[in-house]
T-cell receptor, first 114, second 112 residues
Framework: DSGVTQTPKHLITATGQRVTLRCSPR?????VYWYQQSLDQGLQFLIQ???????AKGNILERFSAQQFPDLHSELNLSSLELGDSALYFC?????????????FGSGTQLSVL | QQPVQSPQAVILREGEDAVINCSSS?????VHWYRQKHGEAPVFLMI?????EQKGHEKISASFNEKKQQSSLYLTASQLSYSGTYFC?????????????FGKGTLLTVNP
């Protein structure tokens, strides 16, 4: 158990709908990262928040948005869903090791868009 | 830009060795290695900073050649528990914000 909690574990929805994925980082971790994992692209970095502020942005679509709340949990909002958005979405929090950020991944949310 | 991993997949018998490579077209500050078992989340293995250092973790070690922008992960005397997908993540030198970009992964299967 990494200490990072993601809910829900599975989500099935239809095209055009909007969903919210939730993540609670490990106690004390200020950073939250969101990754999308698909079979053909591997782990794609979406966005990072640090203590409520957006720190880095990756290949995140305009239909997707995220935020980190004062209690440090984060939500990833996906709207106008398309079939291609079906993927496993991971959240991670991190600790600075002195040589770099070590990521702890949650168990993921499997999103299926039908 | 996404680093390139090779091979895409490798099958071993217990006790055999394997090397997984990771290369980037950009100057790298660090390389990170993670392992993901089927149906589970990726788990941290190690971080290597520029300077060509080699780090070890049990029978799993890695090297980082800064000049070639390449890293290699070495698995020696493989065990069944080594099976999984190995991802390298790279952090680009000079980046203003921390951003770890992962390769597509190498699927390692260790058979009895």
């Amino acid at each position: 158990d990494s200490g990072v909690t993601q809910t829900p574990k599975h989500l099935i929805t239809a095209t055009g709908q909007r969903v919210t994925l939730r993540c609670s980082p490990r106690s004390g971790d200020l950073s939250v990262y969101w990754y999308q994992q698909s079979l053909d692209q591997g782990l794609q970095f979406l966005i990072q928040y640090y203590n409520g502020e957006e720190r880095a942005k990756g290949n995140i679509l305009e239909r997707f948005s995220a935020q980190q709340f004062p209690d440090l949990h984060s939500e990833l909002n996906l709207s106008s869903l398309e079939l291609g958005d079906s993927a496993l979405y991971f959240c991670a929090s991190s600790v600075e090791t002195g040589t770099g950020e070590k990521l702890f991944f949650g168990s993921g949310t499997q999103l299926s868009v039908l | 830009q996404q680093p390139v991993q090779s091979p895409q997949a490798v099958i071993l018998r217990e006790g055999e060795d394997a090397v997984i490579n990771c290369s980037s077209s950009k100057a790298l500050y660090s390389v990170h290695w993670y392992r993901q078992k089927h149906g589970e989340a990726p788990v941290f293995l190690m971080i290597l900073l520029k300077g060509g250092e080699q780090k070890g973790h049990e029978k799993i070690s890695a090297s980082f050649n800064e000049k070639k922008q390449q890293s290699s992960l070495y698995l020696t005397a493989s065990q069944l528990s080594y099976s999984g997908t190995y991802f390298c993540g790279t952090e680009v030198s000079g980046g203003s914000n921390y951003k770890l970009t992962f390769g597509k992964g190498t699927l390692l299967t260790v058979n009895p």
